[in-house]
C-alpha cells in the first residue's frame, strides 16, 4: 500500500476556490489510480472524482462537473484536487485514495486512504 497525507482544507466562502493536495509515500504512485472522496457529517463517504495512473482519464461526480478539476504529477508523488465555485453542500471532510486495480466509482474499488482534510463552505 501507499500512504497518502491530505492538506490544503480549509475555510472559504461560497463561489471561492481551494486547491487540495494529496502527497504520497511508501510506494510509486504512478502504479495507483487515484481518486478524491468526501464524507459530511451523518452522511456516507462519496466520490468526488478520479484519475488513471498516468492522468489521461479523468472522471467526476455529477455534483462536481464543472467545478472541480483532479491531476496527478507523478514526478512529484502528488495528486490535486481543484475545487471552483464552492457551495455550502460541498462542506465535507475529503480523503485522497489510492487503488491498485484500477479505480473506480466506489471506496471498494481503493485500498489505500488518508487521513482526511476538513473543507467548509460558508454562505
Known amino acids: 500500500q501507499v500512504q497518502l497525507a491530505e492538506s490544503g482544507g480549509g475555510l472559504v466562502q461560497a463561489g471561492g476556490s481551494l486547491r487540495l493536495s494529496c502527497a504520497a509515500s511508501?510506494?510509486?504512485?504512478?502504479?495507483?489510480?487515484m481518486g478524491w472522496f468526501r464524507q459530511a457529517t451523518g452522511k456516507e463517504r462519496e466520490f468526488v472524482a478520479g484519475?488513471?495512473?498516468?492522468?489521461?482519464?479523468?472522471y467526476y461526480a455529477a455534483s462536481v462537473t464543472g467545478r472541480f478539476t483532479i491531476s496527478r504529477d507523478n514526478a512529484k508523488n502528488t495528486l490535486y484536487l481543484r475545487m471552483n465555485s464552492l457551495k455550502p453542500e460541498d462542506t465535507a471532510v475529503y480523503y485522497c485514495?489510492?487503488?491498485?486495480?484500477?479505480?473506480?466509482?466506489?471506496?471498494?474499488?481503493?485500498?489505500?486512504w488518508g487521513q482526511g482534510t476538513q473543507v467548509t463552505v460558508s454562505s
Open positions: 485514495a489510492g487503488s491498485a486495480d484500477g479505480g473506480g466509482r466506489t471506496r471498494y474499488d481503493y485500498n489505500s
Open positions: 484519475i488513471s495512473w498516468t492522468g489521461g482519464y479523468t
Open positions: 511508501g510506494r510509486t504512485v504512478s502504479n495507483y489510480a
